[in-house]
């Protein structure tokens, strides 16, 4: 049985505004995949939170730079990329403080690479300094 | 294309009266300054005793579950609350990963959550 890879790519401003495009994206592109609906909101929430880190943190809201997502999937898994030219942080060195921890500091950041983590199966990150971030994703497709 | 939002909200008058602030739609980096906004004119109007209705609400990201951390402890040590109620599963979900079981009272619906502030 051949395993054809199918491959997409998104590149919008960066600008909140454009999450609900990110969102329509990836879910579509997961139903594609046949992902069932539960993991389709998890795979939303995770791209949802790595762009909006993108256009916060690493852009700081400048809507001349863009966000780039590009997805690709076979029978296994969907591999997710979220690609900025921005300032670039490892989520692996975000502290792992609990919700309690953070709420008592009156801190609310870091929320986002939480949940990315919990919602995908594997999460890495590639910095190339001075040139581009990338976070990659990856979610199994579960068989029935 | 767009994913609506929308605020209904209803601010007490003052310490003893109650705040309701009602979400609908779709909560993100974008949309969230606005529920932050809302919480923020109950706060400033020292109404502390605050109900957040989720019956409309289709997903909330991290930056909307922010601001009910940003609040929580203030709202607290001036001896109010936030209660979350009217959780669709999926939404629920999503408060769940981080925990928040464990630090906001949820509840099924307006009325119980109400009713929660008044007996307390």
Redesign the interface.
């Known amino acids: 049985m051949s395993s054809i890879e199918r491959k997409f790519t998104l590149q919008v401003p960066s600008s909140t505004e454009n999450l609900a495009l990110i969102r329509e994206f990836v879910t579509t592109v997961g139903r594609q995949a046949q992902f069932e609906e539960s993991d389709l909101s998890n795979l939303e929430l995770a791209v949802d939170e790595a762009c909006a880190n993108v256009i916060e943190h690493a852009y700081g809201h400048d809507i001349t730079k863009e966000v780039v997502v590009r997805a690709m999937f076979d029978d296994e898994s969907l591999h997710i990329s979220v690609i900025d030219e921005g300032l670039g942080f490892d989520p692996n060195k975000t502290p792992e403080d609990s919700v309690e921890q953070l709420i008592h500091d009156r801190k609310s950041g870091g929320l986002g690479i939480r949940l990315i983590k919990k919602l995908m199966d594997e999460v890495s990150y590639e910095i190339v300094p001075g040139q581009k971030n990338e976070l990659h994703m990856t979610k199994k497709i579960r068989k029935d | 294309?767009?994913?609506p939002f929308a605020i209904q909200t209803s601010i007490g008058d003052g310490e003893n009266d109650l705040s309701i602030v009602a979400l609908e739609g779709?909560v993100?980096?974008?949309t969230a300054p606005q529920f932050e906004d809302a919480i923020q004119k109950a706060v400033d109007v020292g109404s502390v005793r605050i109900v957040v209705n989720c019956e409309k609400l289709n997903?909330i990201?991290?930056?909307g579950?922010?601001?009910f951390?940003?609040f929580?402890?203030e709202v607290r040590d001036r001896g109010g609350d936030i209660k979350i109620c009217g959780l669709t599963p999926?939404v629920r979900?999503?408060f769940e990963?981080?925990?928040?079981q464990?630090?906001f009272e949820m509840l099924d619906d307006q009325q119980t959550a109400v009713k929660r502030f008044t007996v307390s």
């Open positions: 294309m767009a994913n779709f993100d980096a974008h997903y990201s991290s930056a579950l922010g601001v951390m940003s929580i402890e999926k979900h999503t990963i981080l925990g928040f464990d630090i």
